[in-house]
């Protein structure tokens, strides 16, 4: 009886073992199973935790285009360098700086402008842009310049302007380092110069201004520049003392005293580029810069020889 008893006892203990065996079995099974599968909501929140980390998805640029009817050009413009900055992943903001006054194109208090409300919305950094030059060498980066500027169009590239201080076209420029140099000048008005006037800003200042390495394009098909000289004449009229007054570093005007007031904005999508647009109305100190409006010498002038042809025809005394 004893012996039957203790067989019977150690079959249901055998038989419990199995059972408890084929559970755990069962259940590291299916714990394997499920932590193998794919979970599209992991991967996602990996990706979005990869790309914040990455260092251009820390920085914003303002794309800042100075702008004064030039549409054929907008229209081509807007769309290459969104996509263009796309393929780069660079976290960016396109503004028109539209000038509606009826003063002489002021390019470098455009871009001051332009500076304000980039940075006023989230920009680190701009991209001193005209709408005329597309890039097209995909190795033209537009990340943030760690150390100074970096010129995009480099002397080298430029299909027209290829002296070594030129800093025009393309530039970027840290906040901290605009807000440096206090800007750009306001005493240009009409076309030229003002890129010149800025590098002494910045060779002042000690901010140095790297430019592209390693292109293996040339200034031929590097960049695409669509101004016609013959359809788009510059405004190169120099008048009152103009010419001597812009030759040399403006030590009075920048960004803190740029004068204009925004007539407004809107957000346009040309083709699948979103654009914002802001119409700016610039102010003239006629003090300073009488060249604002060249018209008016000529009223002047005219109105000085109308002066002389009455004195002489008044009889003598």
Not at 63 to 79: D, N, S
Not at 141 to 149: Q, W
Not at 235 to 262: H, P
């Amino acid at each position: 009886m004893l012996v039957s008893g203790f067989y019977r006892t150690s079959g249901m203990y055998k038989v419990k073992l199995i059972l408890f065996c084929i559970t755990i079995t069962f259940l590291i099974g299916c714990f394997l199973a499920i932590s193998s599968l794919p979970s599209e909501e992991c991967t996602c929140k990996r990706e979005a935790l990869s790309y914040t980390q990455t260092e251009d998805s820390r920085h914003k640029l303002g794309i800042v285009v100075p702008f004064r009817e030039r549409f054929e050009e907008l229209l081509e413009f807007a769309p290459h360098i969104h996509d263009f900055l796309n393929k780069q992943s660079i976290n960016h903001k396109i503004y028109i700086i539209n000038q509606v006054d009826q003063y002489r194109f002021n390019r470098a208090s455009l871009i001051n402008v332009g500076f304000n409300i980039a940075v006023s919305e989230g920009c680190d950094y701009i991209a001193m842009h005209d709408v005329d030059l597309l890039p097209l060498n995909p190795g033209l980066s537009y990340s943030y310049p760690s150390v100074g500027l970096f010129h995009v169009a480099s002397p080298e590239l430029h299909p027209r302007y290829h002296y070594p201080t030129f800093v025009g076209g393309i530039l970027l420029v840290k906040r901290e380092d605009f807000e440096a140099v206090n800007g750009m000048s306001n005493k240009y008005w009409g076309w030229g110069l003002e890129d010149d006037e800025f590098y002494v800003r910045l060779k002042e200042a000690g901010i140095n201004v790297s430019r592209p390495l390693n292109i293996t394009t040339g200034i031929e098909n590097t960049f695409r520049h669509m101004h016609d000289r013959v359809v788009r004449k510059r405004d190169m009229a120099k008048c009152f003392n103009q010419r001597e007054v812009t030759r040399r570093r403006d030590r009075q005007t920048g960004l803190r005293d740029v004068a204009y007031s925004v007539q407004g904005r809107r957000t346009v999508v040309v083709d699948h580029a979103p654009v914002t647009v802001v119409n700016v109305a610039l102010r003239c100190n006629r003090t300073i810069t009488p060249w604002c409006l060249c018209s008016e010498e000529k009223k002047a002038s005219t109105s000085n020889l109308a002066k002389t042809k009455t004195s002489k025809k008044e009889p003598a005394r």
